[in-house]
């Protein structure tokens, strides 16, 4: 890959944010299980990485939350109904 397409890469990546979804032991129905982690100086932000969205899913199964799913949210495109639909697996 050449510099500005690794640079665009890395852009557009960041752009984007990943919320977990899923149903917690108790719960009958799909709710936001995970939508921010904590940062690195103290406070939350919210996940802009797709491996570490996929990680936290994980855990979320080892927790018991079945169904669960990953959506991607791109920032840079509005919001459109795809938003909430789109999942990555």
């Known amino acids: 890959m050449?510099?500005?397409?690794?640079l665009n890469e890395a852009l557009n990546e960041s752009a984007k944010e990943y919320v977990i979804w899923g149903i917690p032991p108790g719960?009958?129905?799909?709710?936001v299980v995970v939508e921010k982690i904590p940062s690195k100086s103290?406070?939350?932000?919210?996940?802009?990485?797709?491996?570490m969205a996929k990680k936290i899913?994980?855990?979320m199964k080892k927790?018991?939350?079945?169904?669960t799913r990953i959506q991607e949210i791109d920032m840079r495109s509005g919001f459109?109904?795809?938003?909430?639909?789109?999942?990555i697996k």
């Open 57 to 59: 899913e994980q855990l």
């Open 42 to 51: 103290g406070g939350v932000e919210t996940i802009s990485d797709k491996k």
């Open 27 to 31: 719960y009958d129905s799909e709710i």
């Open 2 to 6: 050449k510099p500005t397409e690794i």
């Open 80 to 87: 459109t109904a795809n938003d909430f639909t789109r999942g």
């Open 63 to 67: 927790k018991g939350v079945k169904k």
